[in-house]
């Protein structure tokens, strides 16, 4: 393990090493754009919602703090709210759904350096797995707002505040869409990437580079620098930054900085904010390599994924 003071001098980046890193920031600021667009179209379903949701929230305070779960279900408000609910975050994933194509289709030209469109994107459509994905906000939300409506009557909390509660209940949702719409465009990104690598007849392998900051995850750091073959996809995560750094016939390997060493040389509130307690301490004592972090898998939809290992697993 590397610590601070024993780190060795950090090679000068490529060509290829740099262009890639500015593409890393071009994705970055993509996905600051996909969080802002669809943050803001959410918080018009919200305001479409609240008034409904206020007005619930009054007549139960009304009905007095006794309310059970079934009185509540029989409501013909709380039906309402429910039909409007399903409605409006219906029209909202048809919307992300088509925000996730348009999106996937622009880094799909990004990935083949702007030569080419050619990227399935219809797993975005209705009934494909993206939009699968996003209409799982509907059963999320409904649950989280109604165990606030119902704990909130029985304790007495007043009709507003309860109100702000149930709104605030809703974000699960919108984190749950941020959540499909930037995994899937970066994926398809990185696969027109890998197949314009195949393609080129130059490429036989491409190396990881995971990004930079505090919110890198541990699985990525520990795989930086990774060698795949160009006809292999790249094991991911949700939200995975990670771009493919190809290696070119003929040319040295591209060489940067490894993630673990940059973790290394860090402040350790990032080392926790990345790693966790737990495992910053059992990596500082030698107990555990990063490696030991990471598991990957096979989805049968999504293909090599990652996941991590619970602490508990490595005591």
Known sequence: MVFPGDIPITPEPSEIVKRMQQHSKLLAAKDAETIWAMGERWIVMESVLEAQITLLTM????????????AVYKLGRYQRLLAQMQEEMTAYNLWAADYVAQGQMQMGILGVSHASEAVMVGNAGKGGPVFTLLQENYPMAVEKMTGILINNVAMGIGPLQTAKQMMAGMAGGL???LTVAR???LRVYREASRQQYELSGAVQQYMRMASRSGNTCALCIALDGEIYNSKELMSVHPNDRCVMVPIV??????????????LAR????VQKQILGPGALELWKKGDIELIDLVKKTEHPIWGPSLQRV????LQ
């Not at 860090?266 to 509130?269: K, M, W």
Request: hydrophobic share 30%; glycine share 4%.
């Open 59 to 70: 007549e139960l305070a009304e009905m007095g703090v006794d309310v059970s779960l079934q």
């Open 175 to 177: 984190s749950h869409a």
């Open 183 to 185: 995994t899937e465009q």
């Open 249 to 262: 016939n003929g040319v040295k390997p591209p060489q940067w900085e490894n993630a673990k060493d940059w």
């Open 266 to 269: 860090q402040d350790e509130s």
């Open 310 to 313: 619970p602490l508990r697993d």
